[in-house]
Every structure is written in structure tokens, then in C-alpha cells.
């Protein structure tokens, strides 16, 4: 028989009532709505930060605060997405208390649950010594169960061990079923929907089996064990009586689910993020986390931080005019005491090469005004909007170094189309014709070492080929024909041989990569580039600047050893910042991208990217875009600046048209 508790209370002696005396005066260190957020009271509470507010800043406050104001620092949980960010973290919170910071518990989602699915995993059926698959052995578990269902036979098409691995754990991540990812962005592969489903289940089965856990199975364990034991969720929210989350609106549901978990016993959550720089979404972050925030926890405080520490209000009034027509957002108004700067430019020009003559150029005039290289930044949708701005650097002899992206000569999909190029130039060219013979199937090693002795010797390359018998024997007579009919071709245009090319390199480009839709993009580039040259001998010089061991076009420029600006995808650039930024290809089909046109969250991101471009200047930003150009993927002619600055006013930007020297303006605008 249970018999009922009284609780009789213990009141402390009079001079330990008073709450006790702060060590920092956190009024002088912070602004007023910093402060409001790191002084906030027990219970839920979204921290919007706006660009460049201090948003890392807070979040050390707010631990220091906590310990400060008496909370036992292992009661305190801090999670972030990289280990050196919550380290540098409890770091300055310890310069700030002292010692005691170290007993705070941060790190990882993923680091984090592999501290307590060690701790209380056997609950779930997890011993404590489960071994955890880095990348390359999932997916050689995967390639193993794969064979073992007989689904590896080479005449069926079916994903690559990698691709597989990404299709799974996209599932994990979302909370959706691999069906539905599958549909989503694997469409390609939906022929073999039923046989991927009966794989995953065999991979999973394996992995409990041998007491293995992949790295979203610690967040998917953890989940499964917050939900299924519920003394081990008691004991574990209980332990962590505060929770903090940094970057929340980069979270997925998994994460958010998590965290929902994590606090039963107590609701007391800061979570801090900006709704408006939420662009991960090709990872599994879902926008709608930070959105529904208050949703999920009910009597949610919201503070924001507006005040911006990085850019000049012109720049801010442009960001601000652009997230303003969001669909979804918690409105916010960034301001600066930074009041002074030029305006933000939008730049028109006739075509790609003369954007790309318009930023070397500028970059040099910068430099010149005491702007260091290292100070300037490139900022582009994609990697391969940056392909004929690197070669025209390298002309300058500007130094650079490209982030978020292979170089796009470096890529393995325009290498083995370019060699094809190469060995008409030159059929002398051992290294490319060695690329072009092991594309073709049935061609090894041994067999292409065979074939490039021949090669050498022979007057005619093609009756070589086609002498070969044997299983590569088609596929050899089909390079054949292909070289043949463009041998000699002096008068053809290098856009037509790369476009002739294309079309015989595609169902192997489908072969040999998984995410072969994607490839065909930056190919499609490579012909837009080459239409602006009269000559394939010129065409392949400015692309071939990087002898074997290394690239030219990273060389430095003489007495600047440390110095080069930064060529990055706007996914690469958060959280960075740059006293001048361009951003390029800023027109309608490219930016936002054309593929984003299908539906409204994937516009919206688009919006939310472009924002995060805008915001990492300091005092220099120029928006560039070319003019009537044909994208051939679409079919579409491009010929207007990003509708994302329809609502613009024009008193928040300098309108520039390029001229040539000694010409004149047609525009009817200023000319630059």
C-alpha cells in the first residue's frame, strides 16, 4: 500500500536568501535586447539573431549567466553542429566565470548522443561498446548486403553503394520514408524503389545484428530511446535542467524531435537562430523548425537581435527590403550605427566575360584604394557560376582560393569531356587519350596501356579502334566515329565540337555517376563558355593553366604570398564575412535558379540565400548580372536582374552598365 508524501520545507538562514551577487555586469557588456535574451527567465525561449548581431556572443552570456545566477554548470546542456564552436564557446564563457564552465556539457548532436546512448542504450537494446561506421565502412556494409540479395548485377542499373548511403540516411534525417526521398530526389532510380527498401531493412537488420550504429543512427537510437524508456528520458532531462541550440534554423526534424524529448521533465530550452539565413535544406534542414518553434513549446518568449555589428546601414536597408517579401518570417529590422557607406551596386553587363572583365578589374581598383585581397569575396549559387571569372583571374594573375565546390577543370565529368578535346588537338596526348580509353566499357588498365602504344604509332587513330575486338570492341568503334567526324575540323566552333562530344559522352556520363543530372549542368557551362571562343586551340589553352602538380590558376601573384581573395558558394560563405563582396549571376533562371521555380519553399530558400549573400559585406557590394543569355538546360533566354529586387526601390541601390572603352552607354543609365 503506497502511502501519501508530505514535504516539509527547509528555509535557509537570512544571509543565504539573497540571491546572490553577480560577477559580471551584464548590462555594460551587451545591448538592451541581448541582454533581455541572456537574463531570460526559466521556460522556452526562440532567440531570432539577425546577420552580424552577436549572436555567439549571447549564447556565451547565457551560460556564463546561468552559472553565474547559481545553476550547477553539469545541469547545463549546449549544443551546437561543429565540436570547435562549442569549445570556443565554453572557452570564452570560462574567461568570463571562471573554471567552473568546464563542467558544462557541449558538443554535437551526434556526440552528444553517443555519450548517452553508451550511458543508457541498453534500454533499447544497445550495448555500451557498439562500434560506430564511419562513412566509407556504411557503405561498404551496404555494398555487402547489397550483394548478398543478389542486387549488384552489372547489366541492371541500379545506385552505387555512396548514392544508397545518401538516399538512407536523407530518410533518417527528414523522418520520411526512403519511398518518398526516393520520389523527391532520386526520381531517376525509381524503378528500383521495391529492391532499395528491401536493402535498407537488410542494412539495418546487419547493423543490430553485429552491434553496429552509422552516424544518424545515434540521433535515430537516441530518439527511439527518449521515446520508448521512460525512466531513461526522466533521468536524462532531469540531468540537463538547460538546454541552449545554436544555429536551430538549421536543424532537422530529427534534431528537433530530439530536443522536443530532451526537455519533458523541465521546458527550459533557449534555442537561437535566424529564421531569414535557414539554406540547408539539400541536407535535411527544414525551415519550418525555428517557424513552429513556439508551436511546439507553448509559451514560448521570443527575443531578437537587430543590431548589426558587420555591415553599413545602405547594405542592411537592401537585406532588410529583400527579406521583407518572405512568405514566412518573424520580421525583424537589422540597423547598424555603421550609418555611413556607399550604396550597394547592381551592375549590368553584355554578357559573362564582361562580368567577369568588370570584377577583376574592380578588385585591382580596391586594392589600389588599400582594400587587401584577402578582403574580397566572390559569392555565386552554384560553383560552376564562377568557371570564366577563374580563368579571367588567372589572366590578371589575381590569386584566389575557390570554396564549396571543385574547381570545375577539376571536376572528373569536364576533365574526361575536355580530353576528348584534346586528343583532336593533339593526338599525341597520352594522358588524355588514357582518360577517354578507360571510359569506354571493356577497356582496362592492361588493355588501354595496349591500345595507346598503337595509338602513338598510327597515322590514324580510328583505324585503331576500330581494329579492337573483344567486349570494348562497340564502345571503341563509337569513340571512333565520334573523333572521325570531328577530325579535321579546323572551321568547326568549339561550342559545336564540345556539343557533338556531349552527346556521345552521355550515356556514359549515366553510367558512371549516380548524380549524373547534376553533371549535365556544369556541362552545359562548359558549352557556354566555349561559344566565346572563335578557336579550340584558345578554348583549351585557358582552360588547361594547371600543370600536373597543381593548379595555375591558385599561383600566387608576385610579393602578395599570403594573400587571395576568396572565390565560395553562398552555402559556404555563412557565418563569414568581407569588407567587399560580389555576388554574381544575380539574374531570373540563375539566381534564383531556375530548378527552384517549381515550387514555392525551394523559391523561398532561394530568397533566404540571397539574403545570406547580401549580409556578408562589410562596406562594398556589387550585385553583377550578364544579360540576354541562353540557358540551354531550360531553353530559356535570361535577360532580367533576380526578381528578388522587383521590390526594391532604386534609392537603395547604384544602377551601373558596363561600356567598353571608347564606347558609349545605350542603356540609358550610368555607365561604369
Same mark, same amino acid.
Given at each position: 500500500m503506497e502511502r501519501e508524501?508530505?514535504?516539509?520545507?527547509?528555509?535557509?538562514?537570512?544571509?543565504?536568501a539573497a540571491p546572490a551577487k553577480l560577477s559580471i555586469d551584464y548590462a555594460a557588456a551587451l545591448n538592451p535586447q541581448q541582454l533581455a535574451a541572456v537574463t531570460a527567465g526559466d521556460g522556452p525561449s526562440l532567440v531570432i539573431a539577425g546577420a552580424g548581431s552577436g549572436k555567439t556572443r549571447t549564447l556565451i552570456y547565457r551560460v556564463a549567466y546561468l552559472i553565474d545566477s547559481g545553476v550547477d554548470p553539469s545541469n547545463i546542456l549546449l549544443l551546437t553542429f561543429t565540436r570547435k564552436s562549442a569549445q570556443e564557446m565554453l572557452e570564452r564563457a570560462g574567461e568570463l566565470i571562471g573554471a567552473r564552465s568546464r563542467r558544462v556539457c557541449g558538443g554535437t548532436f551526434h556526440s552528444v548522443a553517443n555519450l548517452l546512448l553508451r550511458r543508457y542504450g541498453r534500454g533499447i537494446g544497445i550495448e555500451p561498446g557498439f562500434t560506430i561506421l564511419d562513412r566509407g565502412?556504411?557503405?561498404?556494409?551496404?555494398?555487402?548486403?547489397?550483394?548478398?540479395?543478389?542486387?549488384?548485377?552489372?547489366?541492371?542499373?541500379f545506385p552505387r553503394k555512396g548514392t544508397i548511403m545518401e538516399m538512407v540516411s536523407k530518410s533518417e534525417n527528414t523522418l520520411k520514408s526512403l519511398d518518398e526521398i526516393i520520389l523527391e530526389e532520386f526520381s531517376h532510380f525509381a524503378d528500383h524503389a521495391e529492391d532499395l527498401g528491401r536493402l535498407q531493412k537488410a542494412y539495418q537488420a546487419a547493423k543490430r545484428q553485429k552491434?553496429?550504429?552509422?552516424?544518424?543512427?545515434?540521433?535515430?537510437?537516441?530518439?527511439?530511446?527518449l521515446l520508448l524508456d521512460e525512466t531513461a528520458r526522466q533521468t536524462i532531462s532531469s540531468q540537463y535542467r538547460y538546454i541552449l541550440v545554436d544555429e536551430y534554423q538549421d536543424t532537422n526534424r530529427l534534431q528537433a524531435e530530439v530536443i522536443r524529448q530532451l526537455t519533458t521533465a523541465h521546458n527550459n530550452v533557449m534555442v537561437v537562430g535566424d529564421d531569414s539565413q535557414s539554406i540547408y535544406a539539400f541536407r535535411g534542414a527544414t525551415f519550418k523548425n525555428i517557424m513552429d518553434f513556439p508551436v511546439l513549446?507553448?509559451?514560448?518568449?521570443?527575443?531578437?537581435?537587430?543590431?548589426?555589428?558587420?555591415?553599413?546601414?545602405?547594405?542592411?536597408?537592401?537585406?532588410?527590403? =529583400? =527579406?521583407?517579401?518572405?512568405?514566412?518570417?518573424?520580421?525583424?529590422?537589422?540597423?547598424?550605427?555603421?550609418?555611413?557607406?556607399?550604396?550597394?551596386?547592381?551592375?549590368?553587363?553584355?554578357?559573362?566575360?564582361?562580368?567577369?572583365?568588370?570584377?577583376?578589374q574592380k578588385i585591382l581598383e580596391l586594392r589600389e584604394e588599400g582594400v587587401p585581397l584577402s578582403e574580397v569575396a566572390v559569392l555565386f549559387r552554384s560553383s560552376f557560376h564562377s568557371f570564366d571569372l577563374e580563368i579571367e583571374l588567372s589572366r590578371r594573375g589575381l590569386p584566389f582560393v575557390k570554396r564549396g565546390g571543385v574547381k570545375f577543370i577539376e571536376t572528373a565529368h569536364v576533365k574526361d569531356l575536355l580530353a576528348h578535346l584534346r586528343v583532336l588537338a593533339n593526338p599525341m596526348d597520352t594522358v588524355s587519350w588514357h582518360r577517354v580509353l578507360m571510359l569506354v566499357e571493356g577497356v582496362g588498365p592492361k588493355k588501354a596501356q595496349d591500345l595507346l602504344a598503337a595509338l602513338v604509332k598510327s597515322d590514324k587513330p580510328s583505324d585503331v579502334l576500330r581494329g579492337a575486338s573483344g567486349r570494348s570492341g562497340?564502345?571503341?568503334?563509337?569513340?571512333?566515329?565520334?573523333?572521325?567526324?570531328?577530325?579535321?575540323?579546323?572551321?568547326?566552333?568549339?561550342?559545336?565540337?564540345?556539343?557533338?562530344?556531349?552527346?556521345?559522352?552521355?550515356? =556514359?556520363?549515366?553510367?558512371?555517376?549516380?548524380?549524373?543530372p547534376k553533371r549535365t549542368r556544369d556541362l552545359d557551362h562548359l558549352h557556354t563558355i566555349a561559344e566565346g571562343y572563335p578557336k579550340v586551340s584558345d578554348f583549351l589553352a585557358d582552360l588547361a593553366l594547371e600543370p600536373p602538380d597543381g593548379s595555375a590558376i591558385d599561383v600566387d601573384a608576385p610579393d602578395r604570398d599570403d594573400e587571395r581573395l576568396v572565390l565560395s558558394? =553562398?552555402?559556404?560563405?555563412?557565418?563569414?564575412?568581407?569588407?567587399?563582396?560580389?555576388?554574381?549571376?544575380?539574374?531570373?533562371g540563375k539566381f534564383p535558379s531556375v530548378y527552384s521555380f517549381i515550387t514555392d519553399d525551394e523559391l523561398e530558400e532561394e530568397r533566404r540565400l540571397f539574403y545570406v549573400s547580401v549580409t556578408r559585406a562589410k562596406r562594398h557590394l556589387f550585385l553583377t548580372y550578364p544579360i540576354n543569355v541562353y540557358d540551354k538546360t531550360s531553353g530559356m533566354l535570361l535577360s532580367k536582374p533576380s526578381r528578388f529586387l522587383d521590390h526594391v526601390s532604386s534609392d537603395l541601390l547604384d544602377t551601373l552598365a558596363l561600356v567598353e572603352e571608347g564606347g558609349r552607354g545605350d542603356w540609358g543609365r550610368d555607365s561604369y
Open positions: 508524501v508530505k514535504t516539509y520545507v527547509l528555509k535557509r538562514p537570512a544571509e543565504e565502412d556504411a557503405e561498404d556494409l551496404i555494398a555487402l548486403c547489397r550483394a548478398q540479395l543478389g542486387l549488384n548485377e552489372k547489366d541492371k542499373r552491434q553496429l550504429l552509422d552516424y544518424d543512427d545515434l540521433l535515430v537510437a537516441l530518439r527511439q530511446l513549446f507553448p509559451g514560448t518568449k521570443i527575443y531578437k537581435l537587430e543590431e548589426n555589428y558587420r555591415s553599413t546601414q545602405p547594405i542592411l536597408n537592401l537585406a532588410n527590403c =529583400i =527579406i521583407d517579401e518572405a512568405a514566412e518570417k518573424y520580421t525583424k529590422r537589422l540597423f547598424t550605427r555603421k550609418i555611413d557607406g556607399p550604396l550597394p551596386a547592381l551592375v549590368e553587363a553584355a554578357g559573362e566575360n564582361a562580368q567577369s572583365r568588370f570584377i577583376a562497340q564502345g571503341l568503334k563509337n569513340l571512333a566515329d565520334t573523333l572521325e567526324s570531328l577530325s579535321g575540323a579546323g572551321e568547326v566552333r568549339p561550342a559545336e565540337q564540345v556539343n557533338h562530344i556531349y552527346e556521345y559522352y552521355l550515356p =556514359i556520363l549515366k553510367e558512371q555517376y549516380d548524380d549524373y558558394t =553562398i552555402h559556404s560563405a555563412k557565418g563569414l564575412e568581407w569588407q567587399c563582396v560580389f555576388v554574381i549571376w544575380v539574374v531570373d
